[in-house]
């Protein structure tokens, strides 16, 4: 990676280590003028992956509803509704079980793209990886638009998955190797920040037009993106660790500015290249103590973000407040998405000065609450006709659900991912957790179907109860990592 706390001359720190390019600046103070105008044009061009992967994951909350078997109602353009009348364009009509199986196809297709994603990123760098695997983006919203049967909508997902999956790999990594010191954290949330624009994009346009019309104007995003990876460069630490020097500076003036001595940055990036030698293996990520220990807490803070719920929320956000609230369906998706928006722009402020484990306690405490109380309202809705008068208690745990997981569950496990690994084994560990993550999402998306077909509450008590043990976890086993530099991190994870 490519910037953060102070160089000195000597390319150490106060510890006397040399460290990894996470944690020292690459230029000296007031040695050099940096501009940050372009790492943001960057990050922002590289995470419109992160948009296009919201627009896939929330797809189905507003189409489901259109395309359900027993429903033969179809969009009203006039209206901007749904009315009663059977429309050529919906001749799809699909079972819960075929719900759930289309649901499914994304977090599958996810893992086929996630797992070789940190490969193929360290063989033809990350820039071209970003390339290749926009084109199933493409090519999945093409086949989504033009669908006429079940089998091209299992089609349209599962690749729409593989460009998901790889993407949560490849823009990370991207942005972390792009950004100085002082701007890493802010453009570090860009990718769950414009994830979620992602997903209000689907609420809000979901609402209003049909769910054809809206897959294609999805397809603008990926083609928006494959223009602009053709204008950024190639990060300096994939030029370098491939021996171009020449290419690798050419990169630092374009992100940094013309303006920017790259004379110590390069050098900086070269000796720490040196340190950790070439890329480890599989072998080699378990061997170590400190590797394999910040492998199970990566791993783990992926399960309990699933196993949150999230994405079983996102996935079916219609359909809960169909069955659960008095209010309009697609204004309570609307304001969640905003509130999402919100928070996980608030997030990057709270992460450097709240600390990663008091905001994933805080987070995982109000879930728990939030989660519980759903499963209370729906139970309460099973059994009496009570919960009418409380109607609009749905719409506020779930606000209060987003709001609580925007702050910590949904950005932390992915940026602390990055802070437990060292450069040769962060390719092949980044990969491991996304595809753990994409397994949970796949399992999650499965149970929340079986669940909820022995009762809209079975869901959320299940959810809740995970949340209680993720709080037990992180509040027994995790230290905090804010402030603390990648040698520090590493004893703390050999036991040192």
Known sequence: MVATEELKTTVSQEDGDSRNPITYDLLQENQSKTSKTRQYVAAMIICLGAVAAGTALSWTSPVFPQISAGNESSFNST???ISNSTSNENDIR???SQKT???SMLPFGALFGALPSGYIADRIGRRYTAMVMDIPFILAWITLSFANSVGWLYLGRFLIGIATGSFCVVAPMYISEIAETSIRGSLGTLFQLLLTIGILFIYVVGALVS????SLLCLIIPILLLVGLFIVPETPVYLLKNGKRSEANRALKWLW???CNTSNAIQAIQNDLDQTGVDASVKDLFSNRASRNGMVISVLLMVFQQFSGINAVIFFMNEIFESSSTLNPNVCTIVV????VIMTLASSLLIEKAGRKILLIFSSTIMTVCLAMLGAYNTINRHTDLSQSIGWLP???IVLFI???SVGYGPIPWMMMGELFMPDVKGIAVSLSVMMNWVCVSLVTWLFGVLNAGGADVPFWFFSAWMGVATAYVAIALQETKGKSASQIQSWLSGR
């Open 79 to 81: 209206t901007g509704g």
């Open 94 to 96: 699909l079972t819960d």
């Open 101 to 103: 199986l289309v649901g």
């Open 211 to 214: 769910w054809k019309t809206l």
């Open 257 to 259: 500015g013309d303006y």
């Open 337 to 340: 998405g905003v509130v999402q």
């Open 395 to 397: 719409l506020l745990c």
């Open 403 to 405: 709001v609580s997981f």
